[in-house]
C-alpha cells in the first residue's frame, strides 16, 4: 500500500457537528491534520465524493463563536467521514492554533514530539 498522507494526523475526540444544507449532524473527531479529518457520526449518512459541508466545533472558550471549516468529502463509510479542507484564508490560523494545542497536549516523547510538530507547521506554512 502506498502511503501518501502529508501530515501528520494528530488523534482526538473533539465534539464537532457537520452541516450540509439544511442538515446537522453531530459526531467526534477520530483524528485532525492540518489539511482533513476524519470524523466518527453518530448515525450513518450518505455523502459521496466530492460533497461539500461545512465542520463546526469549538476550538476556544466560550461564548466565542464556533469555528466553522468548508470541507469536501473524501471518503466515507457507514459513521465514518474523512473531509479535506478547503482553503480558507481567514480560519487557517486559529486552525494552526488549535492543531498546535491538540498536538502539544498529546503526551508522547517531549521535547521530540514538539520538534516534528514544529517542522510540520514550518512545511505547511512555509516561509514567512
Known amino acids: 500500500m502506498n502511503y501518501s498522507r502529508q501530515f501528520y494526523r494528530a488523534p482526538s475526540s473533539h465534539s464537532v ?7 446537522r449532524h453531530t459526531g467526534c473527531l477520530e483524528n485532525i491534520s492540518l489539511n482533513g ?3 466518527r457520526l453518530d448515525a450513518a449518512v450518505s455523502f459521496a465524493a466530492g460533497d461539500n459541508c ?3 466545533f469549538q476550538v476556544d472558550e466560550k461564548p466565542l463563536p464556533p469555528l466553522q471549516i468548508a470541507c469536501e468529502v473524501v471518503h466515507g463509510c457507514d459513521e465514518l467521514l474523512g473531509v479535506k479542507f478547503l482553503e480558507s484564508k481567514e480560519d487557517a490560523e486559529r486552525r494552526l492554533l488549535f492543531l498546535m494545542k491538540l498536538m502539544s497536549d498529546t503526551p508522547q516523547n517531549g521535547d521530540e514530539y514538539l520538534e516534528r510538530i514544529r517542522a510540520y507547521l514550518a512545511e505547511y506554512c512555509g516561509p514567512r
Open 54 to 56: 461545512v465542520l463546526q
Open 17 to 23: 457537528e457537520l452541516l450540509a444544507g439544511e442538515s
Open 37 to 39: 479529518a476524519l470524523l
